[in-house]
């Protein structure tokens, strides 16, 4: 696959084996980050002062956003509870943490390889910063909402893929200082008060570091048509439980899961109608606790690192299944 990024009415080539994703227009998307069908209450990030083993390897998350190229509207990036007190984030021996939230975009925001990374290493801060703010040990937005915006497509990086052009938009969270949980999530938004759909917004991540929620939370890497196999990476589960991966192929697969503070990995091979479309990756708790954090990376056979996608792309069918089962 070839990366083309448009700069100044040329384009430019660049071979590109690291992402094989958004080949097919979304059947649906949505913008809240993470959405209420995976089962997923909080993204998470510790202060870098943090012990591995409560949940966060690397003190930092990145997300990105994508807009259709024919979107020409302000976007809002809301945060809900970004500061680091209250009742939602992980106090360890009184709040001293801050986290600094970034919104960029403009030329590398997407394209430079660094970026798309599952460590913050290198040149992953690449881009022009459109917005950022560094958020403390307080309660202020305890339950409450912070807005970065307006942020203006033309602002963001323009990137095609097998032509077809978006726009591209990364969002980083991360540990400044303190040894602190910060609990929150996101919603793109076309109102700065209010979380309002954006048409055609498409969040992903290539690393989910996140809170567990009760019973089954779900992920969506997306496997491209020229994945054969994944490598699934996760950490700090604790063995509270299992893992597994199905498909509108694959009923059930067990995946090796991690002890408290400890990385698993396992090999699975990809069938071939599986390709061009996302897998169910379901983590089922079976302890009840309040504050089980674990991180999730996949690699395919390169070991470059795959999608989670904000939506099921392909697993409409599947999804509807296990709602009809809960209810």
């Given at each position: 696959m070839t990366l083309y990024i448009r700069r100044r009415g040329r384009i430019r080539t660049w071979p590109w084996l690291g992402l094989f994703l958004l080949l097919q227009p979304l059947l649906a998307s949505g913008q809240a980050i993470p959405r209420s069908e995976e089962n997923i209450p909080?993204?998470?990030?510790?202060?870098?002062?943090?012990?591995?083993?409560?949940?966060?390897?690397?003190?930092?998350?990145?997300?990105?956003?994508?807009?259709?190229?024919?979107?020409?509207?302000?976007?809002?990036?809301?945060?809900?509870?970004?500061?680091?007190?209250?009742?939602?984030?992980?106090?360890?021996?009184?709040?001293?943490?801050?986290?600094?939230?970034?919104?960029?975009?403009?030329?590398?925001?997407?394209?430079?390889?660094?970026?798309?990374?599952?460590?913050?290493?290198?040149?992953?801060?690449?881009?022009?910063?459109?917005?950022?703010?560094?958020?403390?040990?307080?309660?202020r937005y305890d339950d409450d909402w912070y807005t970065f915006g307006p942020i203006v497509p033309n602002e963001g990086e323009r990137v095609v893929f097998g032509g077809q052009e978006k726009i591209y938009f990364k969002v980083i969270a991360q540990g400044v200082s303190g040894d602190d949980g910060n609990l929150y999530h996101y919603y793109v938004s076309t109102q700065p008060n209010r979380n309002i759909e954006v048409e055609g917004c498409e969040p992903f991540t290539f690393e989910y570091n996140f809170r567990m929620g009760k019973g089954m939370s779900h992920l969506y890497p997306f496997i491209n048509e020229k994945v054969i196999r994944i490598r699934q990476h996760n950490f700090d589960f604790d063995n509270d439980g299992y893992l597994r991966i199905c498909s509108l192929v694959r009923k059930s697969e067990f995946v090796k899961s991690s002890k408290d503070g400890d990385w698993s990995i396992s090999t699975h091979n990809i069938y071939d109608k599986e390709k061009g479309a996302c897998m169910d990756l379901q983590i089922v708790s079976l302890v009840e606790r309040r504050n089980n954090n674990m991180v999730f990376y996949i690699t395919n056979q390169f070991g470059e690192a795959l999608p989670f996608m904000n939506y099921p792309i392909g697993l409409e069918e599947l999804v509807n299944k296990i709602k009809v089962t809960k209810d």
């Open positions: 909080f993204l998470v990030t510790f202060g870098p002062e943090a012990p591995p083993d409560w949940g966060d390897d690397d003190h930092c998350s990145i997300f990105f956003i994508s807009l259709p190229l024919v979107y020409d509207q302000p976007i809002y990036l809301r945060i809900y509870d970004p500061d680091i007190g209250g009742s939602h984030d992980e106090n360890k021996g009184g709040f001293n943490t801050s986290v600094r939230f970034s919104v960029i975009g403009g030329k590398g925001a997407f394209s430079e390889p660094d970026s798309r990374g599952i460590n913050p290493v290198g040149n992953y801060k690449a881009g022009n910063v459109l917005y950022a703010k560094t958020f403390d040990a307080s309660d």
